[in-house]
């Protein structure tokens, strides 16, 4: 097993038990589907793109992390190429395959860039134009699930362990599939 590049979590195991176990939501939660029967680490791998930006006569470099499992989540934005404070080396099985080569992965991080950029005013934008180049190598993000249930029946949450927010549809497809997989 290779050991894998993780960006270090802002959010401890404790921490995201806690998380999973306070609060109206999560007691709502216990009623429907069952009490918190166990927490695990989950890690995507994310293909890291250095993006030039040039609008208005200006050049503007930033780092972006697309997820290489499905090309669906968020992206994931850097000033600069993560060090080696903020990553963490580690191995394990639970992590999402890599599906996304980085030709493809070019093309959906340039589109996603021109659509936060859109967002943000289009107005703003003038002789416009951006180009992506894949940076070698990949990092993992760390997510917090937690598996809820009664006997046979599970149901689970996912906690971005970095962001520390709870994640929706994407994130818990994206696991779904990989323990689809794996079983």
Known sequence: MTSLRILKPNVTREEAIEQFSRGAISHMRAGLYGPLRSVAD????????????????????RIFGLDAASGLLDLYGFDQMPGDHEVIYRESRNRAPIIVNDEIGKSLVATKVQRLLFTTGFFRLWNFRLSAEAIPGEIYVPYWVGFRGRRAAARFVVMDAVRRRMEGGKVRELLRDWLASTS
Not at 47 to 57: A, R
């Open 42 to 61: 989950f890690f995507v791998p994310f293909k890291l793109f250095q993006v030039e930006i040039f609008n208005n006569g200006r050049k503007k470099l």
